[in-house]
Antibody, heavy 125, light 108 residues
C-alpha cells in the first residue's frame, strides 16, 4: 500500500526556518517525481514545488511565491522528500501536503496520485 | 499562468441524482487535467487524471470528460459519501501547476 507521511510542522516565528519531511513507503520512491502543495486555512490548494527523479538530475521547480525562500530535496536511500522553508512569513501558514506523481519516470509532473495527510505550519509571532 | 475556473461554487444534490461540475482553463491544457475530492480535515484524493481516466479504486459513477479548455466531472447516482470540495488541476504548464477554486458538493 502506498503511504506518504509528512512531519516537521509546527509553530514558528516570522523570519525563522522549518524543514518538512515526507516519508514514502509501499512503492519505489526513486521512480517518482515528488511534489509539495499547501492549503491555507479555509482556502484552496496551492502548488509549492516539485523535485524530479535522479535520472532527470533531481531538478526542482518552485512557485514564484516561495522561490528563493523554499527549497526541495530528496534522499532516495531513505525514501524521504524534504521541503526546506526559510524566511517564513505569516502568509506561509498552511497545511503542507506532499504528493507522489501518478506516472512513473515522468519528466513533467503529472496528477498527484497519492497524498500524505498533511502537516500544519503556523507562522506567527 | 493558466487560470482554472470552476462552476458552480456550491452544489446541493439529492442522493441518487446526478451532479455535474465544470472546469474551464484560460488556455488549452490538452487532456492534462485532474479532478480531486477533498473532505473536511482530509487530504485531497485523486479521482480522475488525463481528463477522463479514473484513478485506482474510484467508483464508476465518477466520470470525466472534455479536452482543451472545457472539462466536466459527472457524478451519477450520487451517494451520501460523495460530499466534499472538488478541485480541478491542470498539469500542462507546470510553472505553475494550478487549481480551480473548487466546487463544494452538499448532499440534500
Amino acid at each position: 500500500e502506498v503511504q506518504l507521511v509528512e512531519s516537521g510542522g509546527g509553530l514558528v516565528k516570522p523570519g525563522r526556518s522549518l524543514r518538512l519531511s515526507c516519508t514514502g513507503s509501499g512503492f519505489s520512491f526513486d521512480d517518482y517525481t515528488m511534489s509539495w502543495f499547501r492549503q491555507a486555512p479555509g482556502k484552496g490548494l496551492e502548488w509549492v514545488g516539485f523535485i524530479r527523479i535522479r535520472a532527470y538530475g533531481g531538478t526542482t521547480e518552485c512557485a514564484a511565491s516561495v522561490k528563493g525562500r523554499f527549497s526541495i530535496s530528496r534522499d532516495d536511500s531513505k525514501s524521504i522528500a524534504y521541503l526546506q522553508m526559510n524566511s517564513l512569513r505569516t502568509d506561509d501558514t498552511a497545511v503542507y501536503y506532499c504528493s507522489r506523481d501518478q506516472d512513473k519516470h515522468s519528466w513533467t509532473p503529472s496528477a498527484g496520485g497519492y497524498w500524505g495527510q498533511g502537516t500544519l505550519v503556523t507562522v506567527s509571532s | 499562468e493558466i487560470v482554472m475556473t470552476q462552476s458552480p461554487g456550491n452544489l446541493s444534490v439529492s442522493p441518487g441524482e446526478r451532479a455535474t461540475l465544470s472546469c474551464r482553463a484560460s488556455q488549452s491544457v490538452s487532456n492534462n487535467l485532474a479532478w480531486y475530492q477533498q473532505k473536511p480535515g482530509q487530504a485531497p484524493r485523486l479521482l480522475i487524471y488525463g481528463a477522463s481516466t479514473r484513478a485506482t479504486a474510484v467508483p464508476a459513477r465518477f466520470s470525466g470528460s472534455g479536452s482543451g479548455t472545457e472539462f466536466t466531472l459527472s457524478i451519477s447516482n450520487l451517494q451520501s459519501e460523495d460530499y466534499g470540495v472538488y478541485y480541478c488541476q491542470q498539469y500542462t504548464n507546470w510553472l505553475p501547476l494550478t487549481f480551480g477554486g473548487g466546487t463544494k458538493v452538499e448532499i440534500k
